[in-house]
């Protein structure tokens, strides 16, 4: 009777825990959805190291190519989470070919940075979480200026976003909205983006997310194995193909 219980109590414990460990976004290496951002947050002491495949599709214009990442993200307060992204460049499409480079030979560098608001239910029932933040802010190429409006701020963008979930039966929804903001020539962001998200109860382990991102819609599952190995795939446009995995470390 009593082990009983207790593996009630632990499934239970579980069911509660998964669904906000589960959100790592590929782009930009932060926590969110697959391309929107969200205002999830990792458990404290969190850390994340992750690389992916990105098709050129979810990429701003200047790679005309598929390219990849890696990053090291961060949660250093329950609040607070940085990290800190390297997306590849091909020799090729930085003039290097006639120098004898070929193939990925420099990178672009930026850092991101999300700070929580509000916690969900935090003084009423209803509240959302609330999250703000930015990803690579700031570029010294050009004159040097904050959400530039070309140069090497690539991936720039500042946004607000809010969640809440709702239990619809025996199973919970997230619902996610946020609003982005760049002043970019090439990949301008200026909207709002919005997702559902789906954790089954009886897999709380996958995730399955439907978003549209303020430029376009996109589908994915995200899974959490052993509970340190995040693997997520996204059909961007709801065809292109982009993917990834996630090692996560619990410092606390």
């Given at each position: 009777?009593?082990?009983?219980?207790?593996?009630?109590?632990?499934?239970?414990?579980?069911?509660?825990?998964?669904?906000?460990?589960?959100?790592?976004?590929?782009?930009?290496?932060?926590?969110?959805?697959?391309?929107?951002?969200?205002?999830?947050?990792?458990?404290?002491?969190?850390?994340?190291?992750?690389?992916?495949?990105?098709?050129?599709?979810?990429?701003?214009?200047?790679?005309?190519?598929?390219?990849?990442?890696?990053?090291?993200?961060?949660?250093?307060?329950?609040?607070?989470?940085?990290?800190?992204?390297?997306?590849?460049?091909?020799?090729?499409?930085?003039?290097?070919?006639?120098?004898?480079?070929?193939?990925?030979?420099?990178?672009?560098?930026?850092?991101?940075?999300?700070?929580?608001?509000?916690?969900?239910?935090?003084?009423?029932?209803?509240?959302?979480?609330?999250?703000?933040?930015?990803?690579?802010?700031?570029?010294?190429?050009?004159?040097?200026?904050?959400?530039?409006?070309?140069?090497?701020?690539?991936?720039?963008?500042?946004?607000?976003?809010?969640?809440?979930?709702?239990?619809?039966?025996?199973?919970?929804?997230?619902?996610?909205?946020?609003?982005?903001?760049?002043?970019?020539?090439?990949?301008?962001?200026?909207?709002?983006?919005?997702?559902?998200?789906?954790?089954?109860?009886?897999?709380?382990?996958?995730?399955?997310?439907a978003e549209y991102d303020a430029k376009d819609f996109a589908c994915g599952i995200t899974y959490l194995l052993f509970n340190h190995l995040h693997a997520q795939v996204e059909l961007q446009k709801m065809k292109y193909f982009t993917g990834g995995?996630?090692?996560?470390?619990?410092?606390?």
């Open positions: 009777m009593k082990k009983e219980l207790l593996k009630k109590i632990i499934l239970s414990e579980c069911l509660f825990c998964f669904p906000f460990l589960l959100s790592a976004q590929l782009t930009y290496g932060t926590t969110g959805l697959l391309h929107m951002p969200s205002a999830e947050m990792q458990r404290d002491k969190t850390v994340m190291i992750g690389g992916n495949f990105l098709n050129k599709e979810i990429t701003p214009p200047t790679w005309y190519y598929h390219t990849y990442n890696y990053f090291l993200n961060v949660t250093i307060f329950p609040w607070l989470e940085v990290a800190y992204t390297c997306t590849l460049f091909k020799a090729e499409a930085l003039g290097l070919g006639p120098y004898g480079y070929s193939g990925f030979t420099n990178q672009d560098r930026y850092f991101s940075a999300r700070m929580r608001v509000l916690k969900e239910g935090q003084f009423w029932k209803y509240m959302p979480a609330v999250v703000i933040g930015t990803s690579d802010p700031y570029t010294e190429s050009g004159e040097g200026q904050i959400s530039s409006v070309d140069g090497n701020g690539y991936f720039c963008r500042f946004y607000i976003a809010a969640m809440r979930h709702i239990s619809v039966g025996s199973e919970e929804i997230g619902v996610h909205l946020s609003y982005l903001y760049n002043n970019r020539k090439d990949y301008k962001l200026n909207g709002f983006a919005c997702g559902v998200t789906y954790n089954p109860s009886v897999k709380p382990q996958l995730r399955v997310i995995l996630t090692y996560k470390i619990y410092l606390k």
